[in-house]
């Protein structure tokens, strides 16, 4: 049975779960809009594997009243469309939880239930009520959905709302089918009574958007003015291109999608060199492909923006989970040596707030900005009160679109390292972006003075990006029992422990690293110095942050959470970890965990 | 109009005397005068290898790209600035070598570029290997038992592909290969020009001497070059061997097939009607589509 620290205010965890190509996603999503409709923070967490049909696929999905910042592992109400849902999500039921579930998949004596008596059952026949209203089998989902409100009594409403919404544009009586199973899933779970304590009612409602990180990522580009966007799919940056391209035409901006990923990051150079802000996103096995154009953008001083959201490698890897093993290979990947920014979104509101604040850097800087998430900000939706539109800005540095210039060198020495730019076409302007070493002009050269001068004046970027980037933001008390520290998503589950653990009155504070490069060794160093004890989170097994730390701080975290299977950081796992260290013992159960931890040297 | 000598940037240029790669940027200089295009109306992207060192010695605006990859920047620099032509010179090492599967790609799209192939038929600036277009059994540095590969067959892929304008000139004829970047530069669309240009240091058996016996200019015959299963035909015909004689063995250059009015990519693409620029003059609200999430 999965326990949970309290408190943690009035929410339900529903998890759906069934063979993959049954729509588990799409019915969980839609599951989530209804509530969120109504008032609640939604998270959800979805786990497939790599498999068009087949494997098993689940779908969690967190409401709650309050302010949530993450996934969790227990679960209320168990959707099980195939009855190997039942056996495999078992562990992770809490006290009375319930489960919809199809007797015509295994009758309620044949479920696995490992002698839990506490469990609500609520049987519906899902695929009977499908035939009954004259609908098609992959109409299940709908009938329980239905059941999953009938359960939780909440109204019915929403959830038709939104089926008549998405079948606006079929014919009528699809949208007929999809609402009387709805209506009849909802009629059944209510019959049945099944008393169990989770419940769920309507709120005031209040503004919301509800978005995934490669959504949020899109949308921060487009608020940018980005004008060129190229990828080949590759999971999980692949719904940033469906994303980009079904905005191309009514937002303006060319969407290609490559014949691979060199051709991505090169097209990304060309249309930045036109003066277009451009972007290319991938994963891990992408960017391998796009490093030698990483490079090329470093040495022509291209002004490009790189998604890298990292998913569990070498090679192919876990394709679609989640891990953090790439923040080395973005900060050295390329030959030779030349400024970048990498920024580490940690959620939502990052993701947004990054992305547009990356196409500026890389403006002032002229050269590549990554930005370095994961698949589980790249897959996950939260809700959110708004994205902070308001604060979006257009910095393109130095730059002349239009005009006449006169004596005009692309690459003159400037105490920044930064040349004015001047877009091709503007009169005067005639200019050769170069691969090879280059003169000011950018002809090529072999003189060792020009070399060495135009290889500083790129080095000497990296001041300015100091400047520039944004910094680490830290999170909780100022004094605290143990200090973390981090990038990337794992702030999202950190940020929920710390909750929990502040409601026991353990004091917890945190360093996100917004920016990783340039490291910012001053504010890490002094974050360390400032603390009692000290763990570094992050997924990979080698410490990859940790070893930073080490060579720009000179010193020693005290303690590592690692994680390496594939499944995101959870609150309970950071939650039993912090009151480890603080000496004491907590039984939670992370199913699947893998963590390891070690302490001081 | 702009002259000639105004294309040229006053470097000397390195290539070793004699090489066909001369006789090529001749010929560029003068189609782009006899054109009377401006300096700002257009740019070019190239490749890396010999034909690239003319970075430095054609006076325009562009880029010197990595190797194999000059058509991806091309390609997206004219999809997003409609107000420049874009001119690509790759190598056949280079285009048809390691970038090979840009140029099939860019040839499916039929993107609105002019692509200027130098092609020597072997590795010049790394000393004497083997290339994609080095004929069969060729013993080369890399390859001293023989070539074993069928040499690739730049025209019939265009062709297969959907090409609009393929031509194939040759270095040794100036005038000739000026007419064909006229009309290629001229052209909406995809044009190809691939151009036997003999390498004098390394390729000793594909010399000047030998295209010299060997071309004919397919304007002097009543060759029809609307005409694509002809053309792919044709292009079949100029895979020579090592030991054929001049008259067995003609290498036709000229316009192999030409295509009008076939919509470009850029055409298919409504964002590419302004400069990509402009949309990143000010923030862009985008309240809309966050609301329409979830």
Same mark, same amino acid.
């Given at each position: 049975?999965?326990?949970?620290?309290?408190?943690?205010?009035?929410?339900?965890?529903?998890?759906?779960?069934?063979?993959? %190509?049954?729509?588990?996603?799409?019915?969980?999503?839609?599951?989530?809009?209804?509530?969120?409709?109504?008032?609640?923070?939604?998270?959800?967490?979805? @786990?497939?594997?790599?498999?068009?049909?087949?494997?098993? *696929?689940?779908?969690?999905?967190?409401?709650? @009243? $309050?302010?949530?910042?993450?996934?969790?592992?227990?679960?209320?109400?168990?959707?099980?469309?195939?009855?190997?849902?039942?056996?495999?999500?078992?562990?992770?039921?809490? $006290?009375?939880?319930?489960?919809?579930?199809?007797?015509?998949?295994?009758?309620?004596?044949?479920?696995?239930?490992?002698?839990?008596?506490?469990?609500?059952?609520?049987?519906?026949?899902?695929?009977?009520?499908?035939?009954?209203?004259?609908?098609?089998?992959?109409?299940?989902?709908?009938?329980?959905?239905?059941?999953?409100?009938?359960?939780?009594?909440?109204?019915?409403?929403?959830?038709?709302?939104?089926?008549?919404? $998405?079948?606006?544009?079929?014919?009528? @009586?699809?949208?007929?089918? *999809?609402?009387?199973?709805?209506?009849?899933?909802?009629?059944?779970?209510?019959?049945?009574?099944?008393?169990?304590?989770?419940?769920?009612?309507?709120?005031?409602?209040?503004?919301?958007?509800?978005?995934?990180? *490669?959504?949020?990522?899109?949308?921060?580009?487009?608020?940018?003015?980005?004008?060129?966007? #190229?990828?080949?799919?590759?999971?999980?940056?692949?719904?940033?291109?469906?994303?980009?391209?079904?905005?191309?035409?009514?937002?303006?901006?060319?969407?290609?999608?490559?014949?691979?990923?060199?051709?991505?990051? *090169?097209?990304?150079?060309?249309?930045?060199?036109?003066?277009?802000?451009?972007?290319?996103?991938?994963?891990?096995?992408?960017?391998?492909?796009?490093?030698?154009?990483?490079?090329?953008?470093?040495?022509? @001083?291209?002004?490009?923006?790189?998604?890298?959201?990292?998913?569990?490698?070498?090679?192919? %890897?876990?394709?679609?989970?989640?891990?953090?093993?790439?923040?080395?290979? #973005?900060?050295?990947? #390329? $030959?030779?040596?030349?400024?970048?920014v990498i920024l580490a979104p940690g959620d939502h509101a990052d993701a947004f707030d990054l992305t547009w604040q990356a196409f500026n850097l890389a403006d002032r800087l002229q050269t590549p900005v990554i930005i370095l998430g994961d698949t589980y900000l790249s897959d996950n939706r939260q809700t959110l009160d708004q994205f902070a539109s308001d604060d979006v800005t257009v910095d393109r540095g130095e730059l002349v679109t239009e005009g006449k210039v006169e004596d005009y060198e692309r690459y003159a020495l400037t105490d920044s390292g930064v040349s004015p730019r001047v877009l091709p076409g503007v009169e005067g302007a005639v200019q050769l972006v170069n691969s090879y070493e280059h003169d000011a002009h950018g002809w090529a050269t072999e003189d060792p003075a020009t070399r060495d001068s135009q290889n500083s004046k790129r080095l000497a970027k990296h001041k300015?990006?100091?400047?520039?980037?944004?910094?680490?933001v830290e999170f909780g008390p100022r004094e605290a029992d143990l200090s973390i520290l981090l990038f990337g998503s794992t702030k999202m589950p950190t940020r929920e422990a710390m909750k929990w653990l502040s409601a026991e009155g353990v004091t917890v504070n945190m360093l996100q690293l917004v920016t990783v490069w340039p490291f910012p060794a001053a504010s890490v160093a002094e974050f360390l110095e400032r603390s009692t004890r000290s763990l570094v989170i992050e997924g990979n097994a080698t410490g990859q942050l940790e070893g930073l730390v080490r060579e720009f701080c000179l010193r020693e975290p005290g303690h590592r959470l690692h994680r390496t299977d594939g499944r995101p950081f959870s609150p309970e796992l950071i939650y039993a970890t912090v009151h480890r260290i603080l000496g004491q013992h907590v039984d939670l159960t992370d199913a699947g965990a893998v963590a390891?931890?070690?302490?001081?040297? | 109009?702009?002259?000639? !000598?105004?294309?040229?940037?006053?470097?000397?240029?390195?290539?070793?005397?004699?090489?066909?790669?001369?006789?090529?940027?001749?010929?560029?200089?003068?189609?782009?005068?006899?054109?009377?295009?401006?300096?700002?109306?257009?740019?070019?992207?190239?490749?890396?290898?010999?034909?690239?060192?003319?970075?430095?010695?054609?006076?325009?605006?562009?880029?010197?790209?990595?190797?194999?990859?000059?058509?991806?920047?091309?390609?997206?620099?004219?999809?997003?600035?409609?107000?420049?032509?874009?001119?690509?010179?790759?190598?056949?090492?280079?285009? =048809?070598?390691?970038?090979?599967?840009?140029?099939?790609?860019?040839?499916?799209?039929?993107?609105?570029?002019?692509?200027?192939?130098?092609?020597?038929?072997? =590795?010049?600036?790394?000393?004497?290997?083997?290339?994609?277009?080095?004929?069969?059994?060729?013993?080369?540095?890399?390859?001293?038992?023989?070539?074993?590969?069928?040499?690739?067959?730049?025209?019939?892929?265009?062709?297969?592909?959907?090409?609009?304008?393929?031509?194939?000139?040759?270095?040794?004829?100036?005038?000739?290969?000026?007419?064909?970047?006229?009309?290629?530069?001229?052209? !909406?669309?995809?044009?190809?020009?691939?151009?036997?240009?003999?390498?004098?240091?390394?390729?000793?058996?594909?010399?000047?001497?030998?295209?010299?016996?060997?071309? =004919? !200019?397919?304007?002097?015959?009543?060759?029809?070059?609307?005409?694509?299963?002809?053309?792919?035909?044709?292009?079949?015909?100029?895979?020579?061997?090592?030991?054929?004689?001049?008259?067995?063995?003609?290498?036709?250059?000229?316009?192999?097939?030409?295509?009008?009015?076939?919509?470009?990519?850029?055409?298919?693409?409504?964002?590419?009607?302004?400069?990509?620029? !402009?949309?990143?003059?000010?923030?862009?609200?985008?309240?809309?589509?966050?609301?329409?999430?979830?």
């Amino acid at each position: 049975m999965s326990t949970q620290p309290a408190p943690y205010g009035p929410e339900v965890r529903i998890r759906i779960g069934g063979p993959a %190509g049954f729509g588990i996603k799409a019915a969980g999503q839609m599951l989530a809009r209804v509530f969120a409709r109504g008032g609640y923070h939604t998270f959800d967490l979805t @786990e497939y594997p790599s498999l068009i049909k087949g494997g098993h *696929n689940s779908y969690h999905l967190r409401v709650s @009243e $309050q302010e949530i910042f993450s996934h969790v592992m227990p679960t209320d109400l168990l959707l099980a469309l195939d009855a190997q849902t039942v056996s495999l999500h078992l562990p992770e039921l809490t $006290q009375g939880a319930a489960i919809i579930f199809d007797p015509a998949d295994a009758a309620a004596a044949d479920l696995d239930l490992a002698g839990r008596d506490d469990l609500c059952l609520v049987p519906v026949p899902l695929t009977d009520i499908v035939y009954e209203v004259g609908g098609v089998k992959i109409m299940r989902n709908v009938v329980a959905l239905g059941a999953v409100l009938g359960q939780l009594g909440f109204p019915l409403q929403g959830l038709l709302d939104s089926l008549e919404a $998405q079948f606006a544009h079929k014919p009528a @009586e699809v949208a007929e089918h *999809n609402v009387a199973a709805a209506t009849r899933g909802f009629e059944v779970a209510t019959a049945l009574q099944c008393t169990s304590p989770h419940r769920l009612q309507v709120l005031p409602p209040r503004p919301f958007v509800l978005a995934d990180g *490669n959504e949020a990522c899109g949308l921060g580009a487009l608020a940018a003015g980005i004008g060129f966007y #190229a990828a080949y799919p590759m999971t999980p940056a692949s719904s940033l291109l469906t994303f980009m391209a079904k905005h191309a035409e009514d937002q303006a901006v060319v969407v290609k999608h490559t014949e691979d990923e060199i051709a991505a990051i *090169n097209m990304v150079i060309g249309a930045a060199f036109g003066g277009t802000r451009s972007m290319c996103a991938t994963s891990g096995g992408g960017f391998a492909l796009m490093v030698e154009g990483l490079g090329f953008a470093g040495v022509s @001083e291209s002004a490009v923006v790189v998604g890298l959201f990292t998913r569990p490698g070498p090679a192919t %890897g876990l394709p679609t989970y989640t891990e953090q093993s790439d923040l080395r290979f #973005a900060i050295h990947a #390329a $030959q030779g040596e030349f400024s970048r920014v990498i920024l580490a979104p940690g959620d939502h509101a990052d993701a947004f707030d990054l992305t547009w604040q990356a196409f500026n850097l890389a403006d002032r800087l002229q050269t590549p900005v990554i930005i370095l998430g994961d698949t589980y900000l790249s897959d996950n939706r939260q809700t959110l009160d708004q994205f902070a539109s308001d604060d979006v800005t257009v910095d393109r540095g130095e730059l002349v679109t239009e005009g006449k210039v006169e004596d005009y060198e692309r690459y003159a020495l400037t105490d920044s390292g930064v040349s004015p730019r001047v877009l091709p076409g503007v009169e005067g302007a005639v200019q050769l972006v170069n691969s090879y070493e280059h003169d000011a002009h950018g002809w090529a050269t072999e003189d060792p003075a020009t070399r060495d001068s135009q290889n500083s004046k790129r080095l000497a970027k990296h001041k300015l990006a100091v400047e520039l980037a944004p910094p680490p933001v830290e999170f909780g008390p100022r004094e605290a029992d143990l200090s973390i520290l981090l990038f990337g998503s794992t702030k999202m589950p950190t940020r929920e422990a710390m909750k929990w653990l502040s409601a026991e009155g353990v004091t917890v504070n945190m360093l996100q690293l917004v920016t990783v490069w340039p490291f910012p060794a001053a504010s890490v160093a002094e974050f360390l110095e400032r603390s009692t004890r000290s763990l570094v989170i992050e997924g990979n097994a080698t410490g990859q942050l940790e070893g930073l730390v080490r060579e720009f701080c000179l010193r020693e975290p005290g303690h590592r959470l690692h994680r390496t299977d594939g499944r995101p950081f959870s609150p309970e796992l950071i939650y039993a970890t912090v009151h480890r260290i603080l000496g004491q013992h907590v039984d939670l159960t992370d199913a699947g965990a893998v963590a390891t931890t070690r302490g001081a040297r | 109009m702009p002259d000639v !000598k105004e294309f040229a940037t006053g470097a000397k240029p390195t290539w070793c005397p004699g090489c066909g790669n001369y006789g090529m940027w001749e010929a560029l200089k003068r189609a782009l005068a006899q054109l009377g295009w401006d300096k700002r109306e257009f740019a070019v992207v190239w490749g890396i290898g010999c034909h690239g060192n003319g970075a430095d010695f054609l006076d325009v605006q562009g880029m010197h790209a990595l190797h194999g990859r000059a058509l991806p920047p091309a390609t997206a620099l004219r999809l997003t600035r409609p107000d420049l032509h874009v001119i690509v010179e790759m190598g056949d090492g280079d285009g =048809y070598g390691l970038g090979m599967g840009h140029f099939i790609h860019t040839l499916r799209r039929n993107p609105d570029l002019t692509v200027i192939a130098h092609n020597n038929q072997i =590795y010049g600036l790394t000393a004497g290997q083997a290339s994609p277009t080095t004929d069969h059994l060729t013993r080369t540095v890399s390859t001293p038992t023989g070539v074993l590969e069928e040499p690739v067959n730049p025209i019939g892929l265009a062709l297969a592909e959907g090409t609009t304008f393929i031509a194939r000139g040759f270095a040794g004829d100036i005038p000739h290969l000026t007419q064909l970047y006229v009309q290629a530069l001229s052209h !909406k669309g995809l044009a190809l020009v691939d151009v036997f240009q003999p390498c004098v240091s390394w390729n000793h058996h594909n010399t000047l001497q030998w295209f010299r016996e060997r071309v =004919y !200019k397919l304007e002097d015959t009543d060759w029809d070059s609307t005409n694509r299963v002809a053309a792919f035909e044709l292009s079949l015909s100029t895979f020579h061997d090592l030991t054929c004689s001049p008259e067995t063995c003609r290498v036709p250059i000229g316009v192999y097939y030409s295509e009008s009015g076939v919509p470009t990519y850029e055409d298919g693409v409504a964002a590419s009607q302004q400069p990509g620029w !402009k949309r990143a003059e000010e923030p862009q609200d985008v309240s809309g589509i966050a609301a329409s999430l979830g």
